[in-house]
């Protein structure tokens, strides 16, 4: 045991030197205003004129991503007018002591909401999840900030009764090649 202190404590210091060397390297962007249908914090400006200088505070942000939101909105409603969705940004906002910040994105996630008469049909939830995830996998990887995140589907029968399901993109990618209906459903579900 004690020899793998020090292995912890520099894995620890590495990935600290690796998550600054990202932020810093991440091309800052305006972040969008609010209008997305999920709840997220409502982001900070960031300012236009004049740098902050000075030290920050980094802090767990999400900013909507207005562009990709219509988008992806319109794509949906052309599968299913009844569905929507929208995406964000998920990064740091660095706070300044005068109440100016930036952001640097992370990753780019994506939330869809379908409402459906069943909550048990895994066949149809899985075939709707492998179209919505080939619209997400056909975006050009430029509009795509920092990494690929995810994307949470959200079928819902009435207000207190939905599945919830979260699809890495990456991973979606990397594994479901081909994988359709029930089974994709399945790969990605986790019971509450």
């Known amino acids: 045991m004690k020899k793998s ?3 912890i404590v520099l894995a620890t210091l590495i990935g600290t030197g690796v998550l600054a ?4 390297s991440t091309p800052l962007s305006t972040p969008p205003t609010a209008s997305a249908s999920v709840t997220v914090q409502s982001p900070t400006e960031t300012p236009t004129s004049a740098q902050p200088i000075g030290q920050c505070a980094y802090m767990w942000a999400y900013h909507n991503a207005d562009e990709l939101s219509a ?5 949906i409603h052309a599968l299913d007018p009844a569905a929507s969705g929208n995406a964000s940004f998920y990064g740091e906002d660095c706070v300044y002591a005068d109440g100016q910040s930036t952001f ?39 509009r795509i900030q920092g990494n690929y995140g995810f994307v949470e ?14 699809v890495p993109i990456q991973q979606y990618m990397d594994d479901a090649h081909g994988i359709t209906g029930a089974a994709l459903f399945r790969m990605f579900y986790v019971a509450p």
């Open 5 to 7: 202190v020090p292995y």
């Open 104 to 142: 640097g994105a992370m990753e780019t996630d994506f939330y869809v909401h379908k409402p459906v008469d069943d909550l048990t049909n895994e066949e149809a939830f899985g075939n709707w999840m492998s179209q919505v995830l080939q619209i997400v996998i056909e975006i050009p990887r430029e």
């Open 71 to 75: 988008m992806i909105e319109e794509k």
């Open 21 to 24: 060397q990202n932020l810093l």
């Open 153 to 166: 589907f959200w079928f819902e029968k009435s207000e207190g009764e939905q599945e919830i399901v979260r």
